[in-house]
Structure formats: C-alpha cells, structure tokens
C-alpha cells in the first residue's frame, strides 16, 4: 500500500516561512486529489489546501493568501509553502491523497509558530 510521508514542519517565530513536502512511497496512479489538512489540540481535523488532477487549487478561507500548494507532474510531490505564519497557524499538518475514491493519509509534521 502506497504511503504518504511529510516533511518540514518545525518551529519558527510569527510572520516566518515554512515549506512542508509530502512524496509517496511508490507510484500511484488515479489520483484523483491531494490536499493537506491540519489538527491543532482539542480541535478537529481541518481542510488547508487542496489541489485536483486538473490543476484546481482550493484554499481554506484562513489562509488569506499566504499559504501556496503545488505539485510536480506525476505527483511524486505535494508541497505547501506558508509565508507569513501566525501562532494560530500550530497545528499538526497532515498530507492526504484521494485515489479512486479512497483517502490515505500522512503521519503529520508538527507546525509549531510562537515568539
């Protein structure tokens, strides 16, 4: 089973970049979407991001435009570049892919943004 794996979460202070990567295990094919998705404590899993096969992008009304998702061609690679982070922006974020219909998820990369 193709899993996903993120990367570069860490910690950084208010109004700093960070830029998660989330790349497969193996080759998949019939992704239909990916997205990243993230969970701060106490609160529910929540949409970010989310691009689709045919190149449409969504974003949570949150980002207000700092946050950007992109992928390379074969979707070896899902990545989420976030500008000007704030303290609410803490969170676990999670990748997840939609293929044929099933979703699978990432192990999540933690965000932490505090001064």
């Known amino acids: 089973q193709v899993q996903l794996v993120e990367s570069g979460g860490g910690s950084v202070q208010p109004g700093e970049s960070l830029r998660l990567s989330c790349a497969r295990s193996?080759?998949?094919?019939?992704?239909?979407?990916m997205a990243w998705y993230r969970q701060a404590p106490g609160n529910e899993r929540e949409f970010v991001a989310g691009?689709?096969?045919?190149?449409?992008?969504k974003y949570a009304d949150f980002v207000e435009g700092r946050f950007t998702i992109s992928r390379d061609i074969a979707w070896n690679t899902v990545n989420l570049q976030m500008n000007n982070l704030k303290p609410e922006d803490t969170a676990v974020y999670y990748c997840?892919?939609?293929?044929?219909?099933?979703?699978?998820w990432g192990q999540g990369t933690q965000v932490t943004v505090s001064s």
């Open positions: 997840s892919a939609n293929i044929r219909g099933t979703t699978i």
């Open positions: 691009i689709t096969h045919g190149a449409n992008f």
């Open positions: 193996r080759s998949i094919y019939g992704v239909n979407s």
